[in-house]
């Protein structure tokens, strides 16, 4: 089962926050975040589990509501180089299985 | 985190020939998989790679047309046969490990071959 990313694209400018969300209609284990650079491989930036707190490193966190099987990136004080496809990929039983990604959403930073 | 190449990077095909993509790993890892991503779309998964057995194909992929080897723990290839335009991709090896770069399971992409079919 796909899960359902929002919003599909987003223009920034320098030094403005976003919020980007992953959601599903089922149970979930772990969702993990990748930005994705045009011509590049997904680089993985956080996983957050089941039960777990939320995730952050430098100005970019995570959070992961059970209730809702959604999980939020939130881009605070944004850089030109956070711009990129963000995805979720996610997992629904534990370890071993791989994962399903969303169809991705399109940041740009403009200065 | 894993170092994870690929090789061919890229390449351009005929229609109707086979293309072996190459995918290692610098360390040993628990699974391995192969995604597709098109133009501008999402990661679709094609297959997990099996160590010392037949893959495991996701909806809409079959072995005839995607044959993939796993004979160790570091290394897999996958084979896109009879290629035609609608072939044409990108192709990504990823892999999974626990405490490749903390304590659970993540999941690391390598840098992806990129194949034209004309």
């Known amino acids: 089962q796909q899960p359902v990313q929002s919003p599909q694209a987003v223009i920034l400018r320098e030094g403005e926050d976003a919020v980007i969300n992953c959601s599903s209609s089922?149970?979930?284990?772990?969702v993990h975040w990748y930005r994705q650079k045009h011509g590049e491989a997904p680089v993985f930036l956080m996983i957050?589990?089941?039960?777990?707190e939320q995730k952050g490193h430098d100005k970019i966190s995570a959070s992961f509501n059970e209730k809702k099987q959604q999980s939020s990136l939130y881009l605070t004080a944004s850089q030109l180089s956070y711009s990129g496809t963000y995805f979720c990929?996610?997992?629904?039983?534990?370890?071993?299985?791989?994962?399903?990604f969303g169809k991705g959403t399109r940041l740009s930073v403009i200065a | 985190s894993a170092v994870i190449s690929q090789k061919p990077s890229r390449d351009i095909c005929q229609r109707g020939t086979s293309l072996t993509i190459q995918c290692q790993v610098d360390?040993?890892?628990?699974?391995m998989f192969w995604y597709r991503q098109q133009p501008g779309q999402s990661l679709t998964l094609i297959a997990t790679?099996?160590?010392?057995?037949?893959?495991?194909?996701e909806s809409g992929f079959v072995i005839d047309k995607f044959p993939i080897s796993r004979p160790n723990l570091t290394f897999s290839t996958l084979t896109v046969s009879n290629m035609s335009p609608e072939d044409s991709s990108i192709y990504l090896c990823?892999?999974?490990?626990?405490?490749?770069?903390?304590?659970?399971?993540?999941?690391?992409f390598g840098p992806g071959t990129r194949l034209t079919v004309l």
């Open positions: 790679a099996n160590q010392g057995s037949e893959a495991t194909y």
């Open positions: 957050l589990l089941k039960g777990g």
């Open positions: 360390s040993q890892v628990t699974m």
């Open positions: 990823s892999v999974e490990g626990l405490g490749l770069a903390g304590p659970y399971n993540e999941q690391f």
């Open positions: 990929g996610t997992e629904m039983d534990s370890g071993n299985t791989p994962l399903v």
């Open positions: 089922k149970a979930l284990y772990s």
